[in-house]
């Protein structure tokens, strides 16, 4: 099976720390080479300790959403011979908390606007089929209850081998 890659990084720069202003910005570098600028969201940790132009967990989240799903409709569509002219997908993602009290994104809504050339359109229940196999075949909503482990390395600086 492919695995993907993701390389975060974060360093604190000659912020104090423990006095808990410090910066939140960070880096995603992937696996294809792409840099994004990273961040908590400035909805949870002030500015200027974020970076409200820089990509957060949580939008990054929805998107991933959302892109994963254009994917596998566009190859849906493709497939059952629809020649999509465009597709655009405000999605929206809304934090609440669970039944322990956790703060988590409890529900993302794709809201896909696909347009097609009138000759060669689909009926609404032709795209909504495309659209529920999209879903049913998208990686990342059948992975949202993925188990995550955490394998930790300590480094200590100014102690040697």
């Known amino acids: 099976m492919a695995e993907h890659t993701a390389t975060i990084t974060w360093s604190r720069g000659s912020d104090d720390f423990l006095d808990k202003r410090y910066h939140r910005a960070h880096s995603w570098q992937f696996d294809g080479g792409a840099v994004v600028a990273g961040s908590s969201s400035p909805h949870v940790v002030p500015l200027p300790y974020s970076d409200a132009a820089a990509v957060d967990p949580e939008e990054a989240y929805v998107a991933a959403l959302s892109s994963c799903h254009m ?91």
């Open 71 to 161: 994917l596998w409709f566009l190859d849906f569509a493709c497939r059952a011979g629809w020649r999509v002219d465009s597709y655009t997908d405000a999605a929206v993602g809304t934090m609440a908390k669970d039944a322990q009290g956790r703060l988590v994104v409890a529900h993302v809504q794709l809201r896909p606007v696909t347009r097609f050339d009138a000759a060669h359109a689909p009926s609404t229940e032709v795209l909504a089929d495309l659209h529920h196999q999209a879903h049913a075949a998208c990686f990342l909503a059948n992975s949202v209850m993925t188990q995550i482990d955490c394998a930790p390395v300590l480094e200590v600086e100014g102690e040697g081998a």
